[in-house]
């Protein structure tokens, strides 16, 4: 791995993170038409055709079992039932609202690292979860007359999605990063697909095309993001996952003309300042580890 090229890596996830709200947007458009779990499994099931030709420039053997199927397999788990809680989200709910509360993942990690990573939890690090979760009090709005019951599915994504973040660092060695995309694909695609006869609504010309478009942007972004993590460590480009927020209320306004109002900025730029905090002070602490 080349690590001495932070600045590419930087701008490669920057770029991922603004492709992938575009994902979320074709999401969203085709859940007004289509059963959530149908554009859960066309995610997946675009995103595996994408991936092929990828697999095979690279000449990568994805069709043999992988090493760890069982770790593999629980991981894609956790990312499929993040995906399936976040498209309930976003039906009903605006884009930036529910990535906001996805962002709760950081928090979750630090608090729950020192039972499953074993990593060390010190008052920084607590601070700065309890921090952000003042944060999703605020964006959640738990107390409001019209509290969004829903917007707890965007909640639930987050905690997968912690999961799916911790499973992918204990076995970050396991396997060439593309067959582990690859592999998340294959388990969300089979899975989803054994449930289409009971919901399958035929898509007409443009929901394929929609859909198409959604696989691509999946497979885009998460490309993008792969080839950042080749030129810089995951711990410096973390606090530029944030930069999806200003991606998902840029194409929220163009596509829904919704902008978050000032209490939900307040409650946005808290979650984000507290994953960033803790991100940077990662970064900094395994830099003094290591130097």
């Not at 976040?86 to 529910?98: A, H, K, M, R, V």
């Not at 999703?136 to 107390?143: E, K, N, R, T, Y």
């Not at 000032?262 to 602490?285: K, N, P, Q």
């Amino acid at each position: 791995m080349d690590t001495q090229r932070p600045m590419l890596g930087i701008c490669l996830m920057v770029a991922g993170m603004l492709v992938v709200p575009f994902l979320d947007v074709c999401a969203k458009i085709l859940g007004q038409t289509y059963p959530v779990m149908e554009v859960v499994w066309a995610r997946y099931f675009f995103h595996f055709l994408w991936l092929l030709p990828l697999l095979a420039w690279k000449r990568l053997a994805w069709w043999r079992w992988p090493a760890s199927a069982g770790s593999q397999g629980l991981r894609g788990l956790f990312l499929l039932a993040c995906t399936l809680c976040f498209f309930l989200s976003i039906q009903s709910n605006p884009i930036p609202n529910s990535l906001a509360l996805l962002f709760v993942a950081p928090l979750i990690i630090t608090a729950l690292s020192p039972l499953i990573l074993r990593e060390r939890l010190d008052l920084r690090r607590a601070g700065a979860a309890g921090f952000g979760f003042i944060g999703v009090l605020i964006v959640l709005q738990p107390a409001a007359d019209d509290f969004a019951f829903s917007s707890l599915w965007a909640l639930a994504a987050g905690v997968c999605y912690a999961f799916y973040i911790m499973s992918t660092r204990k076995m970050s060695q396991r396997a060439k990063p593309l067959l582990g995309l690859m592999y998340i694909a294959i388990v969300g695609l089979v899975l989803m697909s054994l449930m289409m006869p009971f919901v399958w609504v035929a898509p007409d010309l443009k929901g394929w095309g929609i859909m198409a478009l959604m696989g691509l942007f999946a497979a885009t972004g998460h490309f993008l993001i792969i080839k950042a993590c080749e030129y810089a460590p995951a711990s410096l480009l973390a606090p530029f996952n944030y930069t999806e927020i200003v991606g998902a209320c840029t194409i929220s306004y163009l596509f829904f003309a919704y902008l978050p109002d000032a209490l939900m900025w307040l409650g946005i730029g808290i979650i984000c300042a507290s994953g960033i905090y803790t991100s940077v002070y990662e970064y900094r602490r395994q830099s003094a580890a290591r130097g």
